[in-house]
T-cell receptor
Framework: AQKITQTQPGMFVQEKEAVTLDCTYDTSDPSYGLFWYKQPSSGEMIFLIYQGSYDQQNATEGRYSLNFQKARKSANLVISASQLGDSAMYFCAMREGGGSSASKIIFGSGTRLSIRP | KAGVTQTPRYLIKTRGQQVTLSCSPISGHRSVSWYQQTPGQGLQFLFEYFSETQRNKGNFPGRFSGRQFSNSRSEMNVSTLELGDSALYLC???????????????FGPGTRLTVL
């Protein structure tokens, strides 16, 4: 069965430091996709990054990168040079069958990141 | 390019009523998915539509239904509302970058439904 775990309910980080948000998953499907989302206090959901299970390289989008360790079933989000605007709730999610597959997405419980000035 | 729009933004209903929420995806996107977010259950997948076909549905009762029109706009309907249906309902449209496995999603601002 699909499972997504985010073990850090909350984190405090000093501005300009790098941040790693943990995400582990469990699936028996060899084809799957992993997502990270950001939800500021305003409530809107922002898609950050996607990693397919067959992608050879770790996904990167600007200051965001996904540290994909397939054998460990880990998909940590790394934010380089954190900014005050990075303070938000972050969700990890997984879809079996890859990004375009007709299967449901499940979400982790989220990590609340707070950036200190 | 206009973003994903959801209407209405806020809605107050009473138990037993029904509600219809609308989502207009980014132009050219054919995939629309819906999510429910509550403090207790967190984020949950409701359903996804692609080219007017429901591709999958989350673990929600039959009171929750949806559809997608030929212009990719989507609606979701909740009948016989219960107090527990109070939530933020998010809609997202997706693009799949051809020749890659890269996926990009864009979310609407959400509809906050309160059931009294």
């Amino acid at each position: 069965a699909q499972k997504i775990t985010q073990t850090q309910p909350g984190m405090f980080v000093q501005e300009k430091e790098a941040v790693t948000l943990d995400c582990t998953y469990d699936t028996s499907d060899p084809s799957y996709g992993l997502f990270w989302y950001k939800q500021p206090s305003s409530g809107e959901m922002i898609f950050l990054i996607y990693q397919g299970s067959y992608d050879q390289q770790n996904a990167t989008e600007g200051r965001y990168s996904l540290n994909f360790q397939k054998a460990r079933k880990s998909a940590n989000l790394v934010i380089s040079a954190s900014q005050l605007g990075d303070s938000a709730m972050y969700f990890c999610a997984m879809r079996e069958g890859g990004g375009s597959s007709a299967s449901k997405i499940i979400f982790g419980s989220g990590t609340r990141l707070s950036i200190r000035p | 390019k206009a973003g994903v729009t959801q209407t209405p933004r806020y809605l107050i209903k009473t138990r037993g009523q029904q509600v219809t929420l609308s989502c207009s995806p980014i132009s050219g996107h054919r995939s629309v998915s819906w999510y429910q977010q509550t403090p207790g259950q967190g984020l949950q997948f409701l359903f996804e539509y692609f080219s007017e076909t429901q591709r999958n549905k989350g673990n929600f009762p039959g009171r929750f239904s949806g559809r997608q029109f030929s212009n990719s706009r989507s609606e979701m309907n909740v009948s016989t509302l219960e107090l527990g249906d109070s939530a933020l309902y998010l809609c997202a449209s997706s693009s799949l970058h051809s020749g890659t496995s890269k996926v990009t999603q864009y979310f609407g601002p959400g509809t906050r439904l309160t059931v009294l």
